[in-house]
């Protein structure tokens, strides 16, 4: 059974930095390309970053790009996203996703893709 929980959120300022963990209970972790997303209020839920299981792809949402980074340590089967430059607008409950994959270079973008989730993590931030 695969369990992913998340860590991190908060209320913070714009301008502030935030880092979410995803502890995932997958293995092989490089077997599972893994991703973030989010949903605000009364919006649908949206892709921000995914990465491969060899974490050498990675994509994102032109909103982010630049400000948020997605990485992960398989080793210790944890998924990060640094958040940076925060804006108003990036508060939303925030998702962990993981699909296995047989290619550890497969990426992965699309919520129906995604098999298992995490419970989310709200960020909130005040201007």
């Known amino acids: 059974q695969v369990q992913l929980v998340e860590s991190g959120g908060g209320n913070v300022q714009a301008g502030d930095s935030l880092r979410l963990s995803c502890a995932a209970s997958v293995r092989p972790a490089s077997h599972y390309a893994m991703g973030w997303f989010r949903q605000a209020p009364g919006k649908e839920r949206e892709f921000v970053a995914s990465i491969t299981g060899s974490a050498d792809v990675t994509r994102y949402a032109d909103s982010v790009k630049s400000r948020f980074t997605i990485s992960r340590d398989n080793a210790k089967n944890t998924l990060y996203l640094q958040m940076n430059s925060l804006r108003p607008e990036d508060t939303a409950v925030y998702y962990c996703?993981?699909?296995?994959?047989?290619?550890?270079?497969?990426?992965?973008?699309?919520?129906?893709?995604?098999?298992?989730w995490g419970q989310g993590t709200q960020v909130t931030v005040s201007s």
């Open positions: 996703a993981a699909k296995w994959t047989s290619s550890t270079r497969q990426s992965v973008t699309s919520s129906g893709d995604f098999r298992y």
